[in-house]
């Protein structure tokens, strides 16, 4: 895997050993990537890694000018791959990993957020306890005014959209979805 644009565009990193994990392609990562740079800068910004695997979009965004990433991640082998990305690629200042589900360690992140990626597993994705999950994490943590939270999903399922939100855009890439949701201004 490797960084696909920023100031570490090229680097390469790990992706966490085994079928536990499910990591955000180069070429999706990239697109995603491009779609939301008509939307937002990352200049500065606080960005959320939920269900971080590698760290792969924490990486990214750090790479294209985030000041700082909250990785969210239970599993233990993506831990230490998250820890030794981090240290490779110089970026171990610019992050927090907060080990736990990420229901339980959402409510440590204490800086407003500009963007949050959220890459579940895809058969959590379109389930109850996601929504659950989404909805809470929009109402009790700090964003910024029109904070972008991104969930990847598997292409065809449906996501749900927080009442605090609404639907910026939704994009497609094999079988991999996203749908970028806009916090609505307070």
Known sequence: MRITGGT???RRFDAPAGSGTRPTTDKVRE???SVLGHHVSFEGAVIVDAFAGSGALAFEALSRGAEHAFLLE???GALRTIAANAKELGLESRVTVLAGDAERTMGRIGKPVRVAFFDPP????????FQRLLDAFCTHTPLDDGALIVVEHRAGDEIAVPASTSVLADR???DT???ILQRAPQ
Do not use: V
């Open 31 to 33: 697109a995603l990537f």
């Open 177 to 179: 979805a996203a749908r």
């Open 122 to 129: 895809y058969d959590f994705a379109p389930t109850e306890a």
């Open 172 to 174: 497609t890439w094999g």
């Open 74 to 76: 239970g599993h233990r």
């Open 8 to 10: 570490l565009r090229s």
